[in-house]
């Protein structure tokens, strides 16, 4: 079935760790998204990406970074993370145009 | 760019009842209006859409109204239940255009007492 697949679903990692957040979709979607949530509040686009080898940043400052080497995957790297970086992050993508935006079901990240 | 402003936050009705949530947005670009339901734990999911070129579109107990001269759209869910309780996010963007990502509203908690 197609859908967008996050992993981890739930982290808990230490402080100055590096941390990779997987995302992946099987929609045949060319553009890809980062969100951060806090529980229940708003979405905050951190990263965005138009296509293989494109990436940008979105409206919310962050300390993370992303690549996007092939069409399917787009992960997000924190090289150092802090107990600031706790937050959920939810992955999207969606079709030409803008068409089909769905969420993958996100990585609850919590550094202590 | 695109300012979405969406209200109420919090929005509390009893078991039965209608419930309304407005949004407003600030590019005449804009053409098309979806609305995302995030129940707790889980992803936003797409529960209606509108096009611009569309005043009004209902799927059963849920339907949404979008007025382009006054620049508001709104979600309006009847006979609400408890599995209606979940956050709920407008947003408004321009499909095919230049500013086709979503520009999403802040949400709005609807509770649902039974």
Request: overall charge negative.
């Amino acid at each position: 079935e197609a859908d967008i697949y996050q992993t981890p679903r739930y982290l808990v990692i230490g402080t100055g760790k590096k941390i990779t957040l997987e995302c992946s979709q099987t929609m045949g979607h060319d553009k890809m998204y980062w969100y951060q949530q806090d529980p229940g509040m708003e979405l905050h686009l951190i990263h965005y990406s138009y296509g293989v080898n494109s990436t940008e940043k979105g409206d919310l400052s962050s300390e993370s970074t992303v690549s996007r080497i092939r069409t399917e995957h787009f992960p997000l790297t924190l090289e150092s993370a802090r107990p600031s970086h706790t937050s959920q992050y939810l992955c999207a993508s969606s079709g030409t145009g803008g068409v089909g935006y769905t969420f993958g079901s996100g990585t609850r990240l919590t550094v202590v | 760019g695109e300012n979405v402003e969406q209200h109420p936050s919090t929005l509390s009705v009893q078991e039965g009842d209608s419930a309304v949530i407005k949004c407003t947005y600030s590019d005449s670009a804009s053409n098309y209006f979806p609305w995302y339901k995030q129940e707790l734990g889980k992803r936003p999911q797409l529960i209606i859409d509108i096009r611009s070129n569309v005043g009004e579109k209902k799927d059963q107990r849920i339907a949404v109204t979008l007025n382009k001269t006054a620049k508001h759209f709104s979600l309006h869910i009847t006979e609400t239940q408890p599995e209606d309780s979940a956050v709920y996010f407008c947003a408004a963007s321009t499909l095919g255009g230049g500013s086709y990502i979503p520009t999403f509203g802040r949400g709005t908690s609807l509770i649902v007492h039974p």
